[in-house]
């Protein structure tokens, strides 16, 4: 069986984003499972990072009640050639966001059904002040059972 190949793009820019992204890096790729992780910030993410993945990681920050200016890049960037090649990609997001997180979900959202992607979980909206402890035991949860799921075909 071929090992299931997951990217994680993320933007990171604070230290506790950082904490955030360190902690889905290390977990999937200390897990058990046989999946391949490739972890890129944003700003590095091209059509060609899209070459043989099963599934999709994304982590931003919400920024003046939207997605990041390097996720909306990524997304304008790539949006027309991934459109019709990556049909059906299985992809969860989580945002750090010190509102609501609302606007960043809505806008992703619709940029997820354009693209005919399948979130096959709920957004992981970790907002509000930081709370480290909370907040890395719900992303841990949430990245493993995405990757468990990518390892087993669920997904």
Same mark, same amino acid.
């Given at each position: 069986?071929?090992?299931?190949?997951?990217?994680?793009?993320?933007?990171?820019?604070?230290?506790?984003?950082? /904490?955030?992204?360190? =902690?889905?890096?290390?977990?999937?790729?200390? +897990?058990? $499972? &046989?999946?391949?992780?490739?972890?890129?910030? *944003?700003?590095?993410?091209?059509?060609?990072?899209?070459?043989?993945?099963?599934?999709?990681?994304?982590?931003?920050?919400?920024?003046?009640?939207?997605?990041?200016?390097?996720?909306?890049?990524?997304?304008?960037?790539?949006?027309?050639?991934?459109?019709? /090649?990556?049909?059906? =990609?299985?992809?969860?997001?989580?945002?750090? +966001?010190? $509102? &609501?997180?609302?606007?960043?979900?809505?806008? *992703?959202?619709?940029?997820?059904?354009?693209?005919?992607?399948?979130?096959?979980?709920?957004?992981?909206?970790?907002?509000?002040?930081?709370?480290?402890?909370?907040?890395?035991?719900?992303?841990?949860?949430?990245?493993?059972?995405?990757?468990?799921?990518?390892?087993?075909?669920?997904?």
């Amino acid at each position: 069986m071929k090992k299931k190949n997951i990217l994680f793009a993320h933007h990171s820019p604070s230290e506790n984003t950082k /904490k955030l992204s360190k =902690l889905v890096k290390n977990k999937i790729e200390t +897990a058990t $499972l &046989d999946v391949k992780l490739t972890t890129l910030d *944003l700003i590095d993410v091209n059509t060609s990072s899209f070459k043989e993945i099963d599934g999709l990681i994304i982590g931003t920050t919400e920024n003046f009640g939207y997605m990041s200016g390097l996720t909306k890049d990524f997304f304008d960037r790539c949006y027309d050639v991934l459109k019709d /090649k990556t049909e059906g =990609l299985p992809i969860i997001y989580y945002v750090r +966001a010190g $509102l &609501d997180g609302e606007g960043c979900k809505i806008a *992703l959202n619709k940029i997820l059904i354009g693209l005919r992607w399948r979130q096959v979980l709920p957004p992981l909206i970790l907002k509000g002040s930081w709370q480290e402890e909370d907040y890395l035991k719900q992303l841990e949860k949430f990245v493993l059972t995405f990757a468990s799921g990518i390892e087993l075909g669920i997904y």
